[in-house]
């Protein structure tokens, strides 16, 4: 019986081993794969990395992406458009691609909200424009109503913004979970997830197919890394209640905005967000980008651009006479 009991032990402290392996080689893997494009700035203390195009001194524009993903997710559709008559700017949110994330409190949207604050404020002068993707709409939010000054106007995208009546998957769950989530992202998303993630990506995409070539010019490959992937998990986990005390204050923001949204949406339930967010922000358009899921920026851009240079519009001081 005894040897039994050491022979499973050895077993599971193998197993263990090789999993952990698994993981550092997986996060090398990726890395040289897909290695910061940007550069790095100390934003309270943290290392933040950003990425930039553009003319100093241009206009700005200030890119927030969504869970599950990095900079790239939304610098790819949109930077090359807007860069030759504005400074483009874009952040890893904190943990997630290349950036550092404190140990405590990172997963607020205050704290987000004043990392974007801090990217601003190093970057130039002046309020920005600021697109904003899923979870990212609500760190934009938060940001206008504790950074009002340097905020010019808002296009959120498919916006993850309200309180919502039900619970996170279960992994993002465990993920989320002190000791319980180390070990979860450490030895088993590097393994199973990768493999696994394509429902998921179709998910966001949904009703149309992936695009090709999306996973490399999103970097999708990089959330698999156990602390991008823990941090991400922990940050979806506390929307519910970030949103609830954020929501009620949104009718204090007269920020031009424009919202755009598909009318179905797998991931973030447009009519709880986006539709209730239109209501609730004097100042803000609504846009439906049929046929798009979660993803308006990546399968009708030219709706974003459209969007982008109408808040442009709704900004612009009318001219002397």
Known sequence: MILWIVAAVLAVAFAVHLLALNAR??????????????????ADGIKTHIREAGFAGAPRMLLIHGASSNLLE????????????HRVIAFDRPGMGYSHRAKRGAHTMQAQAQTAA???????????LVVAHSLGAGVALRLVLDFPHLVSGLVLIAPACNPYPWKPAWWARLSATPVFGDLFCGLIIPWLGP??????????????????????EAAVPLVFRPR???????????????????????????????????????IVSPKRHAR??????????????????????????????????????????????
């Open 25 to 42: 080689i997986y996060t090398r893997r990726v890395e040289a794969r897909f290695p910061p494009t940007g550069r790095f700035i100390e």
């Open 195 to 216: 493999p696994l993630s394509g429902q998921s990506v179709a998910n966001n995409f949904w009703p149309a197919p992936v695009p090709v070539n999306y996973r490399e």
């Open 228 to 266: 991008a992937f823990q941090a991400s998990a922990t940050d979806v986990c506390a929307t519910n209640a970030e949103f609830g005390a954020q929501q009620p204050r949104y009718a204090e923001l007269f920020t031009p905005a424009v919202i755009i949204t598909a009318e179905k949406d797998k």
């Open 276 to 321: 209730a967010l239109a209501v609730d922000l004097p100042a803000a358009e609504l846009v439906i980008a049929p046929e798009t899921g979660h993803m308006p920026h990546r399968l009708r851009t030219d709706l974003v651009i459209a969007a982008i240079r109408r808040v442009n519009e709704m900004t612009s001081a009318p001219a002397e006479d």
């Open 118 to 128: 801090r990217v601003l404020e190093q970057t130039g002068e002046g309020p920005a």
């Open 74 to 85: 939304v610098w790819g559709p949109l930077a090359e458009e807007f860069s030759p008559l």
